[in-house]
């Protein structure tokens, strides 16, 4: 435990986080305590820009900045995997602050000239490539991040960074609340014909967590899957393929009423305008500043030129499957909501195998007995439970990584 620890916010007790105490109403406390620590260091920093070390520079805001870290990223997963009200209210407002937080860090001038400094010095090129790379990335970040610009440039700049970040969490709330809002009921098993016992008991599951009887489907990927892969009656799997591919869009079953068009247009021009103000002529050119692709050019040049490789193969396998649909007594041209079905009953005749059949060699203690085993055959690596350790979820496990009897990881 720290000095900066805060053992009545279970946020900040230092150590894994204690899961079972974490609340809603601790998010915005322990974010905004180390925020303040971070701040700290920057302002210790930007005191005397001109005469720092690789020390008080690099390694004080690695320190900050893995503390503040670990705070946000346990908020983020809680919100990310219970998506509830109480969450989903505080999620925004922490986001907002650590988003403004790294905006004005971005953009502030003292700090930037303290990396600037570190890279201007005699003995940079003789520091480890961990410590190169890092200040290289951080004054790119810093250029990107709009310190050059002048006011009130470096204020626009700022607000967009902001709306693009509240836009970005607008989207993700749409595409769940789409992908919940439709749902069929199931009352009668003929309904859902052909689908495998497994993936009735996954229905059934659903249903029972609705309070419902029978079985019930949304466009969550498991339900979803299961219906358009196994389902016989091909209306249902056009409606449900129909619904996902039109989620949170003006189309659809649930058309306009988790509309994420205007969110996109928005985000798009927000994104066009920052380009422009740093003298990119596009968004993507910015973006490639911290990729190995030189431009926009070269990538879509590579993709066209992968396209044109895989189609011939492509069309003969779709050919293929068309013909075997087709036996069936198909009807063709093949839709969409047709390929993931009949896929999957070519692959059973060819092979003698489907992916209901490979599931029980897929189950989950087979997989994590063949890849711990594979980890310890390789790198001597040993995968120890603990049950000790708190998770948010019962079917969550912690594991301590050891090597030679000694810890290394969790």
Same mark, same amino acid.
């Given at each position: 435990m720290t000095s900066n620890d805060n053992p009545s916010n279970p946020l900040l007790a230092g150590g894994l986080p204690r899961f079972g105490a974490i609340r809603p109403e601790h998010a915005? *406390?322990?974010?905004?305590?180390?925020?303040?620590?971070?701040?700290?260091?920057?302002?210790?920093i930007a005191a005397?820009?001109?005469?720092?070390?690789?020390?008080?520079?690099?390694?004080?805001?690695?320190?900050?900045?893995?503390?503040? +870290?670990?705070?946000?990223?346990?908020?983020?997963? =809680?919100?990310?995997?219970?998506?509830?009200?109480?969450?989903?209210?505080?999620?925004?407002?922490? =986001?907002?602050? $650590?988003?403004?937080?790294?905006?004005?860090?971005?953009q502030n001038r003292e700090l930037y000239l303290a990396y600037k400094t570190l890279r201007g010095r005699p003995d940079f090129e003789q520091q480890s490539p961990a410590i190169k790379a890092c200040i290289e990335h951080e004054l790119t970040e810093f250029r990107l991040g709009g310190v050059g610009l002048p006011e009130p440039d470096r204020r626009r700049f700022a607000e967009i960074n902001l709306r693009l970040s509240a836009l970005g969490n607008q989207f993700g709330n749409h595409v769940l609340d789409a992908t919940e809002a439709y749902k069929e009921h199931f009352e009668r098993v003929e309904q859902l014909a052909g689908l495998p016992p497994q993936e009735l008991e996954l229905l059934a599951g659903m249903a029972s967590s609705a309070d419902k009887s029978g079985w019930m489907a949304?466009?969550?990927?498991?339900?979803?899957?299961?219906?358009?892969?196994? +389902?016989?009656?091909?209306?249902?799997?056009e409606r449900f393929?129909?619904?996902?591919?039109?989620r949170a869009s003006e189309l659809g079953p649930n058309a306009g009423e988790f509309d994420n068009t205007p969110i996109v247009s928005e985000m798009l021009a927000l994104r066009a305008t920052q380009a422009g103000m740093l003298g990119f002529d596009s968004y993507a050119r910015l973006r490639l500043e911290k990729r190995m692709a030189e431009n926009p050019e070269a990538i879509e040049s590579f993709l066209l030129e992968l396209a044109d490789l895989a189609r011939p193969k492509?069309?003969?396998? $779709?050919?293929? @499957? +068309?013909?075997? +649909?087709?036996? @069936?007594?198909a009807?063709?041209? $093949?839709?969409?909501?047709?390929?993931?079905?009949?896929?999957?009953?070519?692959?059973?005749?060819?092979?003698?195998?489907?992916?209901?059949?490979?599931?029980?060699? $897929?189950?989950?203690?087979?997989?994590?007995?063949?890849?711990f085993g594979v980890a310890e055959a390789l790198f001597d690596?040993?995968?120890?439970?603990?049950?000790?350790? *708190?998770?948010?979820?019962?079917?969550?496990?912690?594991?301590?990584?050891?090597?030679g009897g000694e810890p290394m990881a969790g």
């Open positions: 915005v *406390e322990a974010l905004k305590q180390r925020l303040d620590e971070y701040q700290i260091v920057i302002d210790q005397e820009p001109e005469s720092v070390d690789y020390a008080s520079v690099v390694e004080a805001e690695t320190l900050a900045d893995n503390a503040l +870290a670990t705070v946000w990223s346990t908020i983020a997963h =809680l919100h990310g995997v219970q998506q509830s009200p109480a969450w989903r209210e505080v999620y925004p407002a922490c =986001l907002e602050e $650590l988003t403004r937080f790294h905006t004005q860090r971005s949304t466009l969550s990927y498991p339900s979803y899957k299961a219906i358009v892969t196994y +389902a016989d009656d091909r209306a249902l799997r393929h129909r619904a996902y591919v039109t492509a069309r003969e396998q $779709l050919s293929e @499957l +068309a013909a075997f +649909a087709e036996s @069936l007594g009807q063709l041209p $093949l839709a969409p909501w047709d390929l993931a079905y009949y896929s999957e009953k070519l692959r059973e005749q060819q092979l003698g195998i489907s992916q209901d059949k490979l599931k029980p060699w $897929l189950e989950v203690e087979n997989v994590f007995s063949g890849l690596l040993r995968f120890v439970a603990d049950e000790s350790v *708190e998770t948010w979820h019962r079917d969550a496990r912690y594991y301590r990584v050891e090597r």
